[in-house]
């Protein structure tokens, strides 16, 4: 059974309300046909329902795209005519421009209607410093949409702790980034206090069972 990723018919009718839940033996954390995670699956449905239809229809729209998939960055094509990568480590397409979210030193003010990151402040504890960078370089009205890993969230208003580190074969010899632990109601209060409206979406993957939460602000 193909996923809303691979299959733009059982992404349609999830959207429209034609498809609420398929039999647990035929459930799935990873798609056999694509191999799409919960993350993938999930922002499909979201990104659809909360971002596309408030670019749609407004012209040269631009979008910074943080550590995103290929796949990702095709998605987000769609409605924003011209977007920017950027990842503090890896390679994420050709032109990838190397940044800090804690900064956005390379971006200017009010230069982007869409900031995307997909679990990447997971690895961030200062999300203080990374919402209000985003917020400097998001133009009024601008949408900043993230995830967080779910086993990364409590259900609870708690700041970002530390709980261990997690080395990739292609950070920089020397270099670990720390595992994250957030509460999800403070990372709602965190935006509001950056001026955000936010909003905290807790998406179903009908085809796992799982819960992935994504955040959006909007500037």
């Not at 609420?20 to 329902?49: G, M, S, V, W």
């Not at 998605?75 to 977007?83: E, G, L, V």
């Not at 807790?202 to 992935?212: A, K, L, R, T």
Request: glycine share 6%.
């Amino acid at each position: 059974m193909p996923c809303n990723v691979c299959n733009e018919m059982y992404h349609t009718m999830l959207l429209e309300g034609k498809i609420k839940q398929i039999p647990i033996a035929e459930k799935f954390e990873n798609c056999p046909d694509c191999e799409a995670r919960t993350r993938f699956k999930t922002f499909r449905l979201i990104y659809d329902q909360q971002v596309a239809p408030r670019a749609n229809n407004k012209g040269n729209l631009r979008a910074l795209v943080i550590s995103g998939t290929a796949w990702e960055q095709s998605i987000i094509s769609q409605n924003f005519s011209s977007f920017i990568s950027s990842a503090l480590y890896g390679n994420y397409g050709e032109g990838t421009v190397k940044s800090d979210m804690r900064n956005l030193k390379e971006f200017a003010n009010e230069h982007f209607d869409y900031v995307h990151a997909c679990n990447v402040l997971d690895y961030i504890p200062e999300l203080n410093e990374v919402l209000s960078s985003v917020y400097r370089v998001l133009k009024p009205g601008g949408m900043f949409l993230f995830h967080i890993a779910e086993f990364r969230l409590t259900n609870t208003d708690a700041r970002p702790i530390i709980k261990g580190t997690k080395r990739e074969p292609y950070y920089p010899e020397g270099i670990s980034l720390p595992n994250v632990l957030f509460g999800k109601h403070g990372v709602v209060e965190c935006m509001r206090k950056n001026h955000y409206d936010a909003k905290m979406y807790e998406v179903n993957d009908i085809f796992s069972g799982e819960i992935c939460t994504w955040f959006l602000g909007i500037k």
